[in-house]
Structure formats: structure tokens, C-alpha cells
């Protein structure tokens, strides 16, 4: 029988003697993905389950005023480490993304990155979400896509009791943006993003460093051809092809002002 994702799951991941450093990130996305479209300037965020709290410090790089929750204290002691490196001011709340302590409609922007696939009864949570949302703000949704090798390696793990998370699911394009308008949110933009280093890259560096082989996180053995792969997949990724073809997919979603 499969395991949940439980909060024991995430403070093992996060309690881990590991360096930040040495846990890829998302490469930025939510932060380069958002200022394409909105503009952060004294924007209220609100980051749900934001473990380290990096997108929402980055957020504050370009003028967000963010709030960060995670129901992992483990999480929480490196958020707060990593904002009072970057001298930002962040608001940490440890709390359940299933109730969340805040009135509603008192955020511009809510999103979570790398959450909802953990949650076998996403309802609650999207329904939180949406209602601190304010009318006529945004819910960012950043979920891994269906058609996609990671899937499948994933489910492999999954059933073999060996996924770090204990459990998790994926989304289509289409899945997700009929899911949101089931809680009245109005998809508006979508993107899709491919793992760089690749998938297969980071399970061989995480494996050999079980036996104490450390490979470089993103290694460039000849530029122009790593200069070349970059641009066929930035061109991919901002084709049609790219939110269905990805590993993750995130969607814009409008909170509709009240008539």
C-alpha cells in the first residue's frame, strides 16, 4: 500500500545534514514566471508550504511584501536563516495550509510551487487558498505535468516505498485549468519547464553521492553545445508544446470581483 505525504516525510527531507546549496532548486521560475505578467511592487504575497521560503525572499528582491507558511518547523528554521542572510523582511507563519490563519480576500497574490501533488484531497487546501485571495487577484498553481519521464520514475519509487515524499500525483494542462474553474478562479496563463540539468543528470549526481561521488550541480563540458540545448529548450517551453510536455506546468488563475 502506498505511503501518504506526511509532515514526518518533509522534517526527515529538511532536517537532512545537507548545504541548501547542494538541493536544486526551481531555478528561479515563480519569481521570473510572475514578472512577466504582474507587477510585484507592493504586491501582498502569500507563499502556501514554501519549505525554504526562496521564492518568496525573491519575491521581496523585486518589491513583493511576502508571507511565507510551512507546516514543517524543520522548513521554518532554515526559512528564517535564509531571509536574515538575505536581509529581507519576510513574514514566516508555521500553520496548516488546510486552515489557514488569515482573513479572506487579504492577498494579491497566493501560490504554491511543488505542494498541491502531496495532497490526496487537494479541495480544502485550494479552497483556503482561494479565499484569502483577494477579488480580482491571482492564485499561481506550480504542479509536475502528466507526460513526462519524471512520472514514471516517480510512480516506480512510489511503489516501492522509496519516494522521498511518500506520495505524490501530476496534472495536464487541461486537468488543472477545469480544476480551478471547479472552485471559481478564471485560468488566465499557463507555462511549462523542463528540469535544467536534466532528470537523468541529477538521479546519477544523487546517487553517487550516497557513495561519496560529488559531480558538479550544473556542469558545462562544452559551452556552445550547453549554450544550444538551452535555447532549444527556452524555445520549447514557450511553444504550445511546452505545458504539455514538461516536467511541471504552472497556471495563473483571477479570483473574480463580486458583482
Given at each position: 500500500m502506498a505511503r501518504s505525504s506526511e509532515r514526518s516525510?518533509?522534517?526527515?527531507?529538511?532536517?537532512?545534514?545537507?548545504?541548501?546549496?547542494?538541493?536544486?532548486?526551481?531555478?528561479?521560475?515563480?519569481?521570473?514566471?510572475?514578472?512577466k505578467r504582474l507587477d510585484l511592487r507592493d504586491m501582498i504575497t502569500l507563499e502556501v508550504g514554501a519549505a525554504t521560503a526562496r521564492d518568496s525572499v525573491?519575491?521581496?528582491?523585486?518589491?513583493?511584501?511576502?508571507?511565507?507558511?510551512?507546516y514543517s518547523h524543520a522548513a521554518m528554521k532554515l526559512a528564517r536563516e535564509a531571509t536574515l542572510e538575505k536581509d529581507r523582511r519576510l513574514l514566516?507563519?508555521?500553520?496548516?495550509?488546510?486552515e489557514l490563519p488569515f482573513r479572506e480576500d487579504t492577498f494579491d497574490l497566493v501560490f504554491h510551487q511543488g505542494v498541491m501533488e502531496h495532497f490526496k484531497d487537494t479541495d480544502p487546501m485550494t479552497d483556503e487558498c482561494v479565499r484569502v485571495t483577494k477579488q480580482g487577484g491571482n492564485l499561481l498553481v506550480d504542479v509536475p505535468q502528466t507526460f513526462h519521464v519524471y512520472t514514471v520514475v516517480k510512480k516506480v519509487l512510489i511503489a516501492l516505498n522509496a519516494w522521498f515524499a511518500?506520495?505524490?500525483?501530476?496534472?495536464?494542462e487541461k486537468h488543472l485549468s477545469n480544476y480551478l474553474r471547479e472552485h471559481d478562479m478564471e485560468p488566465w496563463s499557463v507555462y511549462g519547464r523542463y528540469f535544467s540539468p536534466s532528470l537523468a543528470y541529477r538521479m546519477i549526481r544523487e546517487i553517487l553521492m550516497k557513495i561519496g561521488i560529488r559531480l558538479a550541480m550544473r556542469p558545462v563540458i562544452i559551452p556552445?553545445?550547453?549554450?544550444?540545448r538551452r535555447k532549444i529548450r527556452e524555445a520549447v517551453e514557450q511553444s504550445w508544446l511546452g505545458p504539455k510536455t514538461a516536467v511541471v506546468i504552472g497556471i495563473f488563475a483571477r479570483k473574480p470581483e463580486k458583482q
Open positions: 516525510h518533509w522534517d526527515r527531507f529538511w532536517e537532512r545534514e545537507r548545504d541548501l546549496s547542494e538541493i536544486y532548486d526551481n531555478d528561479d521560475r515563480i519569481r521570473v514566471e510572475v514578472r525573491a519575491l521581496a528582491e523585486d518589491g513583493a511584501l511576502p508571507v511565507a507558511l510551512d514566516l507563519v508555521c500553520g496548516d495550509a488546510n511518500g506520495w505524490e500525483t501530476q496534472y495536464t556552445p553545445v550547453h549554450g544550444l
